[in-house]
């Protein structure tokens, strides 16, 4: 911005000079309002980020609370499925257990009515022999029931 003015007879030409005075002031303040406005943006800049700042931190904190407590539940819910899987299998151990005890009571109680079966089927053929004896043994008279009645 070099301006060079007229030198008259007592200096510069006063007029120039002033206009240039008067345009560089009105150039100084229109630059300083333009100063101003953008002091008052990077003021509101700055609280907006300051603000943005403190939810990003309570985001941040609430989400770290959060996740500790979604691996609380988690390791709770794991801890409890443990649990309840520990007592399916006493459960189940307990009722193959009493299957077992019954099926073998079964299989006594099968084996011994197969032998019972077995006594009283040599039982029966023996009472058999000894009937078909006495069967065989039977005689029967001759008698001629008309004989009687000529």
Do not use: C, W
């Amino acid at each position: 911005m070099n301006t060079t003015f007229k030198i008259v007879k007592e200096g510069y030409d006063k007029l120039a000079v002033d206009y240039k005075i008067s345009v560089l002031q009105a150039s100084i303040d229109q630059l300083t309002r333009k100063l101003d406005v953008y002091a008052k943006e990077i003021e509101v800049s700055q609280d907006a980020y300051q603000k943005l700042k403190a939810k990003h931190t309570s985001l941040v904190a609430d989400l770290a609370a959060k996740e500790r407590a979604a691996d609380e539940i988690a390791r709770l819910a794991l801890k409890e499925a443990n649990v309840v899987i520990e007592q399916a299998n006493e459960h189940a151990n307990m009722i193959v257990g009493e299957a077992l005890s019954t099926a073998k009571t079964l299989l006594k109680e099968l084996v011994r009515i197969a032998q019972e079966g077995k006594e009283n089927k040599a039982q029966l053929l023996s009472k058999l022999q000894t009937l078909q004896t006495i069967i065989e043994g039977l005689e029967f008279p001759m008698i001629d029931p008309f004989k009687d009645i000529e």
